[in-house]
């Protein structure tokens, strides 16, 4: 396509300015009155202090898939968030993630952008691309690092970075801001924690050079401050620049407090907007975002950096819920909550806290299950608790045109997701359940150490039931008689596992040897 005639193109569908900068003015929330204070940012406004953090969802990686993207972020900025993070977009080729991964690098990408912003923009919320170089942590053989030291967690021992590389590699950063301020982002995310390219040059473990980008902290700093510069000259002084800063790094030689501290003061004078908050290396082993780290386990840290420097900073990991975001902020340990997986959880957290109704949260349990692990399987990210996350444009709940009446079989969680679903879709829902009470075997999860959470997902099904008028009987094993009785449209049977029993196992009789129900039902 001829470069003029794409640029002409390009006109008609990226908007010429940032649209939304005065977002209207916000109803006073008595529960959480800072968790929906706005924040004044000088060129614009964040209509709350809610961020939804950059998660790679691998929606990022293929041009067309940016359509499932927009419908899956316009769902979080209709369901109230001030501000979304995209997941990490590589600034060249040698950022790449995995092979041929999500892009803003030509100017015909910025179509596939604006689809995005489009769709955020029409409910208020601000977004920011995540510039994301993967340093030694790609998964492609083209990976560069300030020094050939393999990562744990790779297959590819990277290529050192000239000179020459770096100064490239920082106008490519640059010039990926420029491009994504064209698609209409209000401003970009530069990712530097978590063990990525910029963590890698900040880090005495796997920095070892002995030029200006090695060395001493100043040096090692220098690569991070000059990506800032470069960024801010390219996009001007009316665009928000976050920069994801490594708190606390949870491995050998990492960052000590003080070299955060001094770091956050020399982004501060490079043209950083807003700090924000990254825990740990992808390859520490000491656990950040799992159900057993306590909720807002990591604030102090943040707290130490907002009280160095004068621009907002962000708190991050493990809140999940509006009581401990508010407790944050009103406590001056932050200026805003970051939240990654609970949106995943929860599409409408913002609107429900918002309109204090905290207790129909469908909240994250920090399993890991359908979101990291799928995305470390290369499969596109969900959410155990809400498989429609990441398929909002694949499969809509809408409103039935013709109610009926359905029986569920069954007051596990796949029978009560089942019922919730149909229910609020309109349908007369009934629930039967042998047992004296609904959760099937999260009761049974909910009581090991480190699993606690999974009791929130017991409550949210429990407060939908009351919220949808949903009939449950307990105590009751369904029959032939009830079915026909019911005069039911559809059944649904939703009975559960049935567990491996113990005497088919060697040793299963000796008395020392219990099964797990027994065992976690007492």
């Keep these: 396509m001829p470069l ?5 193109r390009l006109a008609k569908i990226i908007p010429t300015k940032t649209p939304n900068t005065n977002p209207q003015t916000p109803i006073p929330n008595s529960n959480y009155p800072h968790l929906f204070e706005p924040l004044d940012l000088g060129f614009t406004t964040l209509k709350n202090r809610v961020v939804m953090g950059s998660m790679h969802t691998g929606l990022e990686d293929r041009f067309y898939h940016y359509g499932k993207l927009a419908t899956y972020f316009e769902a979080r900025a209709k369901g109230g968030v001030g501000l979304i993070i995209t997941g990490g977009i590589a600034p060249n080729r040698t950022g790449w993630l ?17 689809r995005i912003t489009r769709a955020v923009h029409k409910h208020g919320a601000k977004i920011l691309l995540q510039i994301l170089h993967s340093g030694r942590y790609g998964y492609h053989p083209f990976v560069v690092a300030p020094s050939p030291i393999k990562s744990p967690i790779s297959l590819f021992k990277p290529r050192q970075m000239s000179q020459n590389n770096i100064r490239s590699t920082i106008a490519d950063y640059a010039h990926t801001a420029k491009l994504a301020k064209k698609a209409g982002y209000d401003g970009v995310e530069i990712m530097g924690s978590e063990g990525y390219l910029i963590n890698q040059f900040l880090s005495a473990r796997t920095n070892k050079r002995t030029d200006s980008y090695g060395g001493s902290l100043e040096n090692r700093m220098r690569f991070a401050v000059e990506v800032v510069r470069a960024v801010r000259e390219a996009a001007g002084v009316d665009f928000i620049i976050t920069f994801r800063l490594s708190m606390i790094e949870l491995v050998e030689d ?38 057993s780290v306590p909720r807002a386990a990591f604030t102090r840290y943040t707290a130490a950096v907002k009280h160095a420097v004068s621009i907002p900073v962000i708190a ?51 399993c890991n299950q359908a979101c990291l692990d799928h995305t470390f399987a290369n499969q596109r990210a ?5 498989p429609l996350a990441c398929f909002e444009s694949e499969i809509s709940v809408k409103p039935t045109k013709k109610p009926k009446k359905i029986i569920i079989v069954g007051a596990g969680v796949a029978g009560l997701s089942a019922a919730v679903t149909a229910a609020s879709r309109g349908h007369e829902v009934t629930i039967y359940e042998q ?27 429990r407060e939908q039931i009351k919220h949808l008028n949903i009939t449950v009987h307990l105590n009751t094993k369904v029959d032939k008689a009830i079915l026909n009785q019911s005069r039911a449209d559809h059944v649904i049977i939703a009975t559960g596992v049935v567990p491996r029993m113990l005497p088919s196992l060697e040793g299963a009789n000796l008395p020392q040897v219990i099964s797990y129900s027994d065992l976690l039902t007492g």
């Design 4 to 8: 003029p005639f794409l640029k002409q």
């Design 98 to 114: 995995i092979p041929a991964g999500g892009t803003l690098n030509r100017l015909g990408d910025i179509v596939h952008h604006a």
């Design 254 to 291: 990492g960052a000590t407090m003080q070299d955060v501290i001094t770091l956050a003061k020399a982004l501060e004078s490079a043209g950083v907007s807003i700090i924000n908050t990254g825990i740990g290396w992808h390859e520490a082993r000491i656990p950040t975002i799992v159900t």
């Design 316 to 366: 991050a990991n493990r809140i999940n819920m509006p009581q401990t975001a508010e407790e944050i902020l009103s406590s001056g340990q932050a200026d805003l909550v970051q939240m990654a997986r609970p949106f995943l959880a929860d599409s409408d957290w913002v609107n429900k806290a918002a309109s204090n109704q905290a207790h129909l949260i469908n909240t994250c349990i920090g």
């Design 382 to 386: 969900s959410c155990l608790v809400n």
């Design 435 to 461: 047992h004296t009470h609904i959760g099937g075997q999260f009761n049974m999860a909910k009581v090991i150490p480190g699993k606690e959470e999974f009791f929130e997902t017991i409550r949210y099904f």
